[in-house]
């Protein structure tokens, strides 16, 4: 399958790509005016010897607009948007709000070690169909998106991210602030200490590998030849889900046609299978894991599905020990997620 790729330089110098298995067709229309912001940094925290980022200008970004008024619309009359074209398959553009940014100064910050933000963030939109999900897109747009996320890694680590992760938040419950289904892409100057973490563990053992052969069989929602979905039995959330190709890549830029393929459909089983458990939309965030620089020898990649409500009229809350100690207690054991979610129907 061919990925075309239509690139466009926004009136306020934001990169614009439209990616489709079919050319793109169309002249570009009226722009959004550039916005104003003060750059983000970084700050070092010395208990948790990790990054903490700021980025105030992200207080002004679009909160829940109409769907008359959503910047993620194609190009219609009266109104202006994101995208300045009239349809489209996958859009990707510089978010209008970065956390973090190619150019920027290091501030001076008394007591305390900082650093420019130097990154990129990238918002990524599904599909021109405002009140669709990712959960009601066909196979093939799925299939597309994997494609685009692969891409985006190559490209962003070959400008020297040192990583960079696909994710989408899905859901007011969890602070989204635009329905129009989409995701963003971060890249990271920088290692976080979590996609670190993970890294070296993975460089210390076959963990996706030997997880995906030892699981209990009862744990897994899809057990195809080139491509599983499962309930970890470690899981950290009731209801989570992960993805991963069988065979070790060390992100989906590097799957083939026929395990991005799998992948693809067990993606949107498992999304089907969410949003039915209790008849309605599920919360969730979903991420990407791919290997940061220097990991690419030993990396699994997954997709990580974290749902946020444990039962119907239940959300799950990271409370006072999550966030205190940093151990999570789980409501539903993953034997008892998997048990229900293989009750349900994931078909389309």
Not at 205 to 228: N, S
Not at 312 to 326: C, W
Request: hydrophobic share 45%.
């Amino acid at each position: 399958m061919v990925l075309h790729l239509h690139r466009h330089r926004k009136a306020d110098g934001r990169e614009l790509l439209l990616y489709g298995r079919a050319a793109h067709e169309g002249a570009a229309g009226a722009e959004l005016p550039p916005a104003d912001g003060v750059p983000p940094h970084l700050r070092w925290h010395p208990l948790r010897q990790e990054w903490v980022g700021y980025a105030g200008a992200r207080q002004a970004r679009t909160f829940l607009p109409e769907e008359s008024d959503c910047p993620l619309c194609p190009a219609r009359d009266g109104a202006t948007g994101e995208i300045p074209f009239t349809d489209f398959e996958v859009a990707v553009f510089e978010n209008r709000f970065p956390a973090f940014a190619e150019a920027g100064d290091a501030p001076g910050i008394a007591g305390v070690r900082s650093a420019a933000a130097r990154g990129r963030c990238e918002v990524v939109v599904f599909s021109a169909d405002h009140r669709g999900s990712l959960a009601t897109l066909p196979d093939e747009r799925i299939d597309l998106l994997i494609e685009v996320w692969g891409a985006r890694i190559m490209a962003l680590r070959e400008m020297g991210f040192a990583a960079v992760m696909p994710f989408e938040n899905r859901g007011e419950e969890i602070g989204v602030t635009l329905h129009h289904p989409h995701g963003q892409i971060y890249a990271f100057g920088f290692v976080p200490g979590q996609i670190a973490r993970a890294a070296e563990a993975q460089a210390a053992a076959p963990v996706i590998a030997r997880m995906i052969e030892e699981a209990d069989p009862a744990l897994f929602l899809h057990r195809g030849a080139r491509a599983v979905s499962l309930v970890p039995p470690f899981a950290m959330y009731p209801f989570e889900v992960w993805l991963a190709p069988r065979r070790r890549v060390p992100g989906p830029q590097h799957l083939d046609v026929e395990e991005r393929g799998e992948l693809a459909a067990a993606l949107g089983d498992a999304l089907r299978r969410l949003d039915r458990l209790f008849g309605m939309p599920m919360p969730y965030i979903l991420t990407v894991q791919a290997a940061p620089a220097g990991h690419d020898a030993s990396f699994h990649m997954t997709i990580e599905i974290k749902p946020f409500r444990r039962d119907r009229a239940k959300l799950k809350y990271l409370a006072g020990v999550e966030q205190g100690s940093g151990v999570f207690l789980v409501d539903v054991p993953p034997e008892e997620a998997a048990a229900r979610l293989r009750a349900v129907d994931g078909a389309r």
